[in-house]
């Protein structure tokens, strides 16, 4: 038991350390709004992961090639959105921030989005953490 604990700690560990867009997100959020206020978004991985790992082992394994090409476009395309966001964000006249709730929850979403959209959890659980073939 102790060694199954151990394996997912390192896996998750080595995992987390990993920089890509969900690190960049979770940055900025924590720049804009402060980490108490970001620390919502950190739970992403927890709502996204279950999903990919079910597309991933029954799903896209079974389609073409250019299914997958048209994924990782998707995914690119909504990186430039966030990048975009950032830096309007960034050369906004600076107001005082009043966060509403509403903020929070669109930050919340934002990250499940950009963890799903991301090449790194899918080939995390198709090349490490999934069934070995």
């Known amino acids: 038991m102790l060694a199954y604990v151990l394996q997912g700690i390192t896996l ?13 997100f979770l940055l900025a959020q924590t720049l804009r709004y402060g980490w108490k206020r970001a620390l919502p978004a950190t739970t992403a991985p ?4 279950g999903p990919i790992v079910v597309l991933v082992l029954f799903v896209l394994t079974q389609l ?5 090409i048209g994924l990782r476009f998707a995914g690119g395309l909504f990186l430039l959105y966030l990048a975009w966001d ?3 964000a960034r050369h ?5 921030v009043t966060l ?15 963890n799903f959209l991301n090449p790194n959890p899918y080939l ?7 069934p070995s073939s």
């Open 12 to 24: 998750g560990v080595s995992g987390a350390a990993v920089p890509g867009p969900l690190q960049a």
């Open 46 to 49: 927890l709502f996204s992961d």
């Open 64 to 68: 073409p090639t250019r299914f997958l």
């Open 86 to 88: 950032a830096y309007r």
């Open 92 to 96: 906004a006249v600076e107001r005082p």
């Open 100 to 114: 509403q709730a509403a903020q929070v929850t669109t930050g919340f979403w934002k990250a499940v989005m950009t």
């Open 124 to 130: 995390f659980w198709s090349i490490l953490a999934g």
